[in-house]
């Protein structure tokens, strides 16, 4: 059998790191941990076993090479009914698109269509007229004092943007956004107990909800890609049923996809506005830095910091030997700050003109939502910069317990 080459001493060392990880101010500011993680090579043990990936070149080769796998249903079951990885919520997670590997994946990929120009070009209606309405929300509250950019615009706008689209109820859209929040520690690196118990009753609830959606559907098409991907499934799948629940994951997959990670982008985004008050004068005089401050933002602080995948068969990677169906972490938010790939990487600047980034993942699973996340982003911080004066930042926001998966709880500003 392979086994991992690294010392143990490595793997005391990343212990360590990883609970200095779980801690408020680990979650608040990863990037030193990450430093001292890749100065052990970009290569190092996990502490639960398996590899931690933080070079970027090697974070790139993996993701882009079919030979290393999702962690899908068949690996899942493998790790025992015990594990966090047989949780109902993780089970569930398996069917959707992102967990899964050819050629199911090519297949489902296939029938779930792109965000092309005409769907762009629709949507992109919905998320400036959203984006107007909500600033002038913001702009109401802060005339009386402050105002939480988080709750107020970064997570508002992702749902209004994928609601209208999958066509769901405005009255749905704060308990789905809810759902959403509690549903994503599953995915997470290393959820507790309480996180996945959370998890798990998210998860049946959104179950219940698409699946009533699908029904509807099914009896009352409408104009909308719920209803296009009925029609489409129904030619793949003679079962009505599992063509129905194909349907569901697709909807569950777009959901969970176009709000968490997205509402961080925004808000991640906003907070390096904040920061860096000549920022707002730049793109003020000059809106053409505006993808290259997305860009900036995706790299130096993207909302997603791992990314995992397994081996195909036994292997080596970065040097380091690693048994079939062992588990590598690309640690992405780490590998953004390589500074071989990067001159000053932990400076944020939008004017760096090299944007080199695996925010969106890489290889067949690259984003499937990347076009609607950068005009989401980029329509923000236009009419922001455009519409309102300088805002300041009132006290430093607050992070929520995670590590793979960044979330702002709030972002407290008032006119500067």
């Given at each position: 059998?392979?086994?991992?080459?690294?010392?143990?001493?490595?793997?005391?060392?990343?212990?360590?790191?990883?609970?200095?990880?779980?801690?408020?101010?680990?979650?608040?500011?990863?990037?030193?941990?990450?430093?001292?993680?890749?100065?052990?090579?970009?290569?190092?043990?996990?502490?639960?076993?398996?590899?931690?990936?933080?070079?970027?070149?090697?974070?790139?080769?993996?993701?882009?090479?079919?030979?290393?796998?999702?962690?899908?249903?068949?690996?899942?079951?493998?790790?025992?009914?015990?594990?966090?990885?047989?949780?109902?919520?993780?089970?569930?997670?398996?069917?959707?698109?992102?967990?899964?590997?050819?050629?199911?994946?090519?297949?489902?990929?296939?029938?779930?269509?792109?965000?092309?120009?005409?769907?762009?070009?629709?949507?992109?209606?919905?998320?400036?007229?959203?984006?107007?309405?909500?600033?002038?929300?913001?702009?109401?509250?802060?005339?009386h004092g402050e105002a939480d950019f988080?709750?107020?615009?970064?997570?508002?706008?992702?749902?209004?943007?994928?609601?209208?689209?999958?066509?769901?109820?405005?009255?749905?859209?704060?308990?789905?956004?809810?759902?959403?929040?509690?549903?994503?520690?599953?995915?997470?690196?290393?959820?507790?107990?309480?996180?996945?118990?959370?998890?798990?009753?998210?998860?049946?609830?959104?179950?219940?909800?698409?699946?009533?959606?699908?029904?509807?559907?099914?009896?009352?098409?409408?104009?909308?890609?719920?209803?296009?991907?009925?029609?489409?499934?129904?030619?793949?799948?003679?079962?009505?049923?599992?063509?129905?629940?194909?349907?569901?994951?697709?909807?569950?997959?777009?959901?969970?996809?176009?709000?968490?990670?997205?509402?961080?982008?925004?808000?991640?985004?906003?907070?390096?506005?904040?920061?860096?008050?000549?920022?707002?004068?730049?793109?003020?005089?000059?809106?053409?830095?505006?993808?290259?401050?997305?860009?900036?933002?995706?790299?130096?602080?993207?909302?997603?910091?791992?990314?995992?995948?397994?081996?195909?068969?036994?292997?080596?990677?970065?040097?380091?030997?690693?048994?079939?169906?062992?588990?590598?972490?690309?640690?992405?938010g780490a590998a953004h700050r390589d500074?071989?790939?990067?001159?000053?990487?932990?400076?944020?600047?939008?004017?760096?003109?090299?944007?080199?980034?695996?925010?969106?993942?890489?290889?067949?699973?690259?984003?499937?939502?990347?076009?609607?996340?950068?005009?989401?982003?980029?329509?923000?911080?236009?009419?922001?910069?455009?519409?309102?004066?300088?805002?300041?930042?009132?006290?430093?926001?607050?992070?929520?317990?995670?590590?793979?998966?960044?979330?702002?709880?709030?972002?407290?500003?008032?006119?500067?």
């Amino acid at each position: 059998m392979v086994v991992d080459a690294r010392p143990s001493h490595d793997r005391r060392s990343t212990v360590s790191l990883f609970a200095r990880l779980r801690t408020a101010e680990g979650q608040a500011d990863p990037f030193p941990v990450y430093s001292e993680l890749r100065s052990m090579g970009p290569v190092a043990p996990a502490p639960w076993g398996g590899l931690l990936v933080t070079g970027f070149d090697l974070c790139d080769q993996v993701l882009r090479d079919r030979t290393w796998l999702e962690p899908d249903n068949n690996w899942r079951e493998k790790q025992g009914p015990r594990t966090r990885w047989n949780a109902p919520s993780s089970r569930e997670m398996s069917n959707t698109l992102p967990a899964l590997n050819p050629p199911d994946h090519t297949r489902i990929r296939r029938a779930a269509g792109t965000f092309g120009r005409t769907a762009l070009k629709r949507i992109g209606r919905t998320i400036s007229r959203a984006t107007d309405q909500l600033l002038i929300s913001l702009s109401e509250q802060l005339h009386h004092g402050e105002a939480d950019f988080v709750s107020t615009v970064t997570e508002e706008l992702p749902i209004a943007a994928i609601g209208e689209w999958l066509g769901l109820p405005t009255a749905d859209h704060p308990r789905l956004r809810e759902l959403t929040h509690d549903q994503v520690f599953t995915q997470e690196l290393l959820p507790t107990a309480s996180q996945l118990a959370r998890s798990d009753a998210a998860t049946a609830e959104l179950r219940a909800y698409f699946m009533d959606l699908v029904r509807r559907r099914r009896l009352k098409p409408a104009d909308d890609p719920v209803s296009l991907w009925i029609q489409t499934w129904d030619t793949l799948e003679p079962d009505r049923d599992k063509a129905d629940q194909a349907v569901y994951f697709l909807a569950l997959f777009f959901l969970l996809a176009a709000l968490e990670t997205t509402s961080t982008l925004l808000s991640t985004m906003t907070l390096r506005l904040l920061e860096h008050p000549l920022h707002w004068d730049l793109l003020a005089a000059n809106p053409s830095f505006v993808p290259a401050f997305v860009e900036e933002t995706l790299r130096y602080d993207p909302p997603t910091h791992v990314i995992s995948r397994v081996a195909a068969q036994d292997r080596e990677v970065g040097g380091v030997e690693i048994a079939q169906d062992a588990m590598v972490h690309l640690m992405v938010g780490a590998a953004h700050r390589d500074p071989t790939r990067h001159a000053d990487p932990d400076r944020f600047d939008p004017q760096r003109g090299k944007f080199d980034h695996l925010a969106f993942s890489n290889g067949i699973h690259y984003c499937l939502g990347a076009p609607l996340a950068r005009l989401e982003a980029q329509t923000l911080l236009l009419h922001l910069v455009r519409r309102l004066p300088r805002l300041t930042l009132v006290r430093r926001p607050s992070w929520a317990p995670r590590v793979a998966f960044r979330r702002l709880l709030n972002l407290d500003v008032a006119l500067a």
